[in-house]
């Protein structure tokens, strides 16, 4: 099993343009998350998915888009990039949503915008 | 609003030394407690919680709940600087945040040889 892949592994955009996180899990996990991690504020969710088909909010989810149409994949879509969004983003899946169930990481993705 | 607050925020210790690192919590109905190990990459699952006075131990790590002051802690004897790492405290809450992790801004530890 590969587990959690993140591509790119690094990016830098200009403000304005618009590009697609992709996140990949072989687990067959249900439950699959995006987080931002900036310094000093830990992990915060941007968006989550539940199953196929059924995507959610989470707390900071202001200038991103997701979809669900396949168990596997889970891409973050920026729409206009903004300095504020310059982090470190990761993906996350689990057999279903909470913490009885044990999430597993991606390697991240570094994005700075200018 | 939930939340979860960890401290100290960073800790620089010696090799050898014992640390301690706390979180605390707020939220609405709490349901477990994670601590995640974080390196250079992405954070890395190290115990769930779910009943209070119940250590889980793993090698020289190990943490306990406390429901009823609403926290827990998490121990490392004998520290290595293969323990330098950012340390996540994560809370799952089943109402508010509808079953999702708040995680906890993080300890940064650095273990000096």
């Known amino acids: 099993n590969a587990g959690v892949t993140q591509t790119p592994k690094f990016q830098v955009l200009k403000t304005g343009q618009s590009m697609t996180l992709q996140c990949a899990q072989d687990?067959?996990?249900?439950?699959m998350s995006w987080y931002r991690q900036d310094p000093g504020m830990g992990l915060r969710l941007i968006h989550y998915s539940v199953g196929a088909g059924i995507t959610d909010q989470g707390e900071v989810p202001n200038g991103y888009n997701v979809s669900r149409s396949t168990t596997e994949d889970f891409p973050l879509r920026l729409l206009s990039a903004a300095p504020s969004q310059t982090s470190v983003y990761f993906c996350?899946?689990?057999?279903?949503?909470?913490?009885?169930?044990?999430?597993?990481f991606g390697p991240g993705t570094r994005l700075t915008v200018l | 609003e939930d939340k979860v607050v960890q401290s100290p925020l960073s800790l620089v210790v010696h090799e050898g030394d014992t640390v301690t690192l706390n979180c605390s919590y707020e939220?609405?109905?709490?349901?477990?407690l994670l601590w995640y190990k974080q390196e250079k990459k992405a954070p890395t699952f190290l115990f769930m919680l779910t009943s209070s006075g119940i250590e889980k131990k793993s090698g020289r790590l190990s943490s306990i709940l406390d429901k009823k002051e609403l926290s827990s802690i998490l121990n490392i004897t004998a520290t290595q600087t293969g323990d330098s790492a950012i340390y996540l405290c994560?809370?799952?809450?089943?109402?508010?945040?509808?079953?999702?992790?708040?995680f906890g801004k993080g300890t940064k530890l650095s273990v000096k040889p």
């Open positions: 996350a899946s689990s057999y279903s949503r909470g913490g009885h169930n044990e999430q597993f």
């Open positions: 994560a809370v799952e809450d089943y109402g508010g945040s509808q079953g999702n992790l708040i």
């Open positions: 687990m067959n996990h249900e439950y």
């Open positions: 939220v609405t109905n709490f349901r477990s």
